[in-house]
């Protein structure tokens, strides 16, 4: 299938999806307040060298930091399609820090035709909180009574991840000893952390993310553009955890 009409993103079926046609325009247009969040898996192969293997990343459809061939070849796909797609390498062609280090290489540096194999596994629409996507909020349960707002004193978890999934920081984090090392793990029965809302020192998208929430709440938020975890952001946390963790990014 000639996805673009131009022989430039040329697609092979390998697995059949489910359902039908799922974009909505509205989730790319400038004044929508919705966005949506994509979740896939990517392999990338230029002959018989293989680029990235099975890296699995979510993103934002429009996001511009995204390859447009990617964006283009996943919307051209059915829930839990697996296809190959033959791109020509200006549809990949990017510098952006989009995905893990195998991704970005092999879109720094495509010269020709790549492979790239995509298994799409689901998609989420996400509440656009600030313009062109920058940051999105997804909540998953508000809760009751009063929403969060300055000087409220309230005591919460929160956790900050990387595009795979990685911790960066984590109210529940403690250390354990393995293999002669400490390592963080999370700790389902850690205190919460307190803070004061427009008081607090606290990683700065946390207390946005908890003035749309009332108490019991939990909610999530995506960020194009991450503000660095300094030491300050983690008080109140495990004193070992700060150590180890304080110098995240």
């Known amino acids: 299938v000639d996805v673009l009409k131009d022989k430039t993103i040329i697609k092979t079926l390998k697995q ?9 325009d509205e989730w790319l247009g400038k004044g929508s307040k919705k966005r949506c969040v994509v ?3 990517i392999s990338v192969r230029d002959g ?14 429009g996001d511009p930091d995204v390859p447009h061939g990617v964006q283009e070849a996943v919307k051209a ?23 893990n280090q195998a991704l970005r290489k092999a879109c720094r540096e495509v010269t020709g035709v790549t492979e790239w194999e995509i ?36 005591q919460i978890h929160w956790k900050v991840t990387d595009l795979l999934g990685k911790v960066l920081a984590s109210s529940r984090h403690t250390v ?24 607090s020192e606290l990683y700065e998208p946390v207390e946005a993310v908890v003035r ?18 300094v030491q300050d952001h983690l008080k109140g946390c495990n004193s070992a955890v700060q150590q180890i963790m304080g110098a995240g990014s």
């Open 119 to 154: 298994v799409f596994l689901g998609f989420q629409v996400w509440d656009m909180v600030q313009e062109e996507g920058v940051r999105l909020l997804r909540v998953y349960e508000e809760g009751y009574g009063r929403f969060a707002e300055d000087f409220c004193s309230c």
């Open 48 to 61: 018989s060298k293989v680029l990235a293997k099975e890296v699995q990343v979510p993103f934002v459809l």
């Open 77 to 99: 796909m059915k829930e839990k399609e697996a296809a190959v797609f033959q791109m020509a390498p200006e549809r990949v062609a990017s510098t952006t820090p989009w995905a």
């Open 212 to 229: 749309h929430l009332r108490q019991g709440g939990r909610a999530e938020m995506r960020l194009r553009r991450a503000p660095k975890i």
């Open 39 to 41: 979740e896939v898996v």
């Open 16 to 24: 059949r999806g489910d359902g039908g046609l799922w974009v909505v």
């Open 176 to 199: 354990s000893m393995s293999d002669n090392s400490l390592k963080p793990v999370e700790d389902e029965d850690a205190t919460p952390v307190s803070m004061v809302v427009g008081e």
